[in-house]
């Protein structure tokens, strides 16, 4: 049972323009969500991440939306680059346990 | 700063055989944790541990051991590998408090 779910496995999108990737979970225990980016033959990297009493979170180029009516967060990129050609992860957790739920991810491409 | 090293980096063993990949951190943190990834099943959690002597099962725990003798390392144990632990293979750490773990490169076990 797949508790942390990203129904896209591929994205294409222009250099310049934004990136949406999306991420749907079905427990709602979960209080905290994260975002990691991952290059190939590399570990992920940490990237963002929202609690569950905010709606949205912003790191630069990134913010992250929580819906939790919808069990719904998204990771918008604006704008942007080559450099984030990459798989996006989110992951999940909730108060008292230590686990991190991952999803199944999803393939970035910007295109130059 | 080394962060997180995992040993090796690539691993071919024969079905029934035993290996142990290493996994060490550098950073004093006490949460540690172990996962595989699969195409199109994402990152999944074997084992994690919270602090030196103790440790938990994650969501695909079979076949596997781990302990916890320091802070610094979280070894994992394939007691008699088989085709299906054919995986890449992820250690993480992170800090109490802190939200963001941070993974090793990954090791690369082909079971044949």
């Known amino acids: 049972d797949q508790q942390v779910k990203q129904n896209s496995p591929s994205l294409s999108v222009q250099e310049g323009r934004i990136s949406i990737l999306n991420c749907d979970y079905t427990n709602s225990m979960f209080d905290y969500f994260l975002w990691y980016k991952k290059y190939p033959a590399e570990g992920p990297t940490f990237l963002i991440s929202?609690?569950?009493?905010?709606d949205k979170n912003e790191d630069g180029r990134f913010t992250v939306f929580l819906n939790k009516s919808a069990k719904h967060l998204s990771l918008h990129i604006v704008p942007s680059q080559p450099g984030d050609s990459a798989v996006y992860f989110c992951a999940a957790s909730y108060s008292g346990t230590y686990k991190y739920i991952f999803g199944t991810g999803t393939r970035l491409k910007v295109l130059a | 700063n080394a962060g997180v090293t995992q040993t090796p980096k690539f691993q071919v063993l024969k079905t029934g055989q035993s290996m142990t990949l290493q996994c060490a951190q550098d950073?004093?943190?006490?949460?540690m944790s172990w996962y595989r990834q699969d195409p199109g099943m994402g990152l999944r959690l074997i084992h994690y541990?919270?602090?030196?002597?103790?440790?938990d099962q994650g969501e695909v725990p079979n076949g596997y051991n781990v302990s916890r003798s320091t802070t610094e390392d979280f070894p994992l144990r394939l007691l008699s590998a088989a085709p299906s632990q054919t995986s890449v293979y992820f250690c993480?750490?992170?800090?109490?408090?802190?939200?963001?773990?941070?993974f090793g490169s990954g090791t690369r076990l082909t079971v044949v």
């Open positions: 950073m004093n943190h006490e949460y």
């Open positions: 993480a750490s992170r800090q109490v408090g802190d939200y963001g773990y941070t």
């Open positions: 541990s919270v602090g030196a002597g103790i440790t």
């Open positions: 929202i609690s569950s009493i905010k």
